[in-house]
């Protein structure tokens, strides 16, 4: 904002000085009363906690050293052994819709490795047997990992990376077992 340039000066006659000076004689200053303003910290978005100890449990499953799963293809494809081998067939067609979608770009391998943890327990904890992991392209760290982590979790029924409409080769759907909960005798 520019201000207005006067094309006159303003003067003040003597008599209005002195009559202002009369009128101030006497004043002094005031104290300040105010307590200076203190900022605040910033909020951080709190992360949903799954319970700690449930995670750890499902962290038991999943191991770095192992590398059982060894992708030939552009597609993954998994069948835990003594199930229906059409299952990966299945989840190529889309015959199964994901309830939940866990989106793990961005994250460390240790962050995917937990998120993914959560991610079973909570499938679990809600009944839900059909997931969606987008773990990426990238540089295929977390592509070559998550298969190797999925084959371990006993839950796993099967996996085969998602169709175009849910990530391709940047996801997985996961089909899982859900455990029934028992119905109370009466």
């Known amino acids: 904002m520019q201000r207005k340039k006067l094309s006159h000066q303003v003067r003040v006659s003597t008599e209005d000085s002195e009559l202002f000076r009369q009128s101030v004689t006497g004043a002094r200053p005031l104290m300040q009363d105010k307590i200076a303003p203190v900022s605040k910290p910033g909020k951080k978005k709190a992360r949903q906690a799954v319970n700690l100890s449930q995670n750890e449990q499902q962290l038991f499953f999943f191991s770095d050293g192992y590398e ?56 679990q904890q809600q009944q839900f047997n059909c997931a969606c992991v987008i773990h990426g392209k990238g540089l295929g760290i977390l592509a070559r990992k998550v298969p190797n982590w999925l084959i371990q979790h006993p839950n796993v029924r099967a996996f085969h990376t998602a169709p175009k409409s849910w990530g391709k080769h940047g996801a997985l759907l996961l089909l899982l077992k859900i455990n029934q909960p028992e119905l109370a005798l009466r």
């Open 68 to 123: 059982g799963f060894v992708s030939n293809s552009a597609s993954l494809s998994y069948v835990q052994p003594g199930d229906d081998p059409h299952l990966a067939g299945r989840l190529k067609r889309a015959e199964f819709q994901p309830q939940v979608v866990l989106d793990l770009h961005g994250l460390t391998q240790q962050q995917a490795k937990t998120e993914l943890a959560g991610l079973l327990a909570y499938c």
